[in-house]
């Protein structure tokens, strides 16, 4: 007969359990999030103590010729291996499933870490390159330039990478040609926290006032008096 505290104890696990489900279901893999899948993975498995089976290989055993210890350690691994593997691919979009629906925890882990952890890596480098090299040309508007930009750091937080927003606005500032100068320095007088969109309406309106300055402060040609002097005389003969 179960007592109140069988119940207690249950409930609590039940409890856990279904924490742990919301924690798991948080991510889905689909090949373009893998650190914070994975980030996601490691946390819940940290705290049921069952990590190792992402760092250690599962080595099958002949049982007829080891220790009881030895036997104990292997089932444990294998039954705790089982049930992360079955997190992992219930993690995943159906595609990725089906693909490692056979693999052992550490084995699809290692697997992953080479094909989309890499990719990430050099993928991160080819747009902070792009980023921290984009200058804006001449005669382009500041609105283009801009959302070129803001796409740069868009791509970065597609692969997880947290780019913060202030230094995003900095390297925007130094790629800007030296006709902004006196708008940088009025932004930063102001010390306004902004966002990279809300910098676009900003300089859209340093911009237009630029080329008000330079349409009043062009002089107006005055139109050439063609005098009858600089004509040719008709001098014909009778």
Known sequence: MSTSNDTSSSSNNNSNHFSLLIIYSKVTFDGSNFNDWIRNIIMALRFKDKEYVLEKELNEIDETKST?????????????????????????????????????????????????????????????????TSKMKDGEFVTTYLQRMQRYVDRLLKINVNFDEELAIDIVFHSLPSSYDQFVMTYHLTKEETTLIQLQSLLRIAESGMKRKIIASTPIAAAPILAAESFPQNTSTQ
């Open 68 to 132: 009881p210890e030895e036997i104990f350690k292997y089932r444990r691994h294998c039954n705790d291996a089982t049930k992360v593997a079955c997190i992992m691919e219930a993690t995943m979009t159906p595609e990725l499933q089906r693909f490692y629906e056979d693999y052992w925890p550490y084995e699809m882990c290692k697997d992953l870490m080479e094909k989309y952890h890499q990719r990430a890596h050099q993928e991160r480098y080819e747009i902070v390159k792009s980023l921290m």
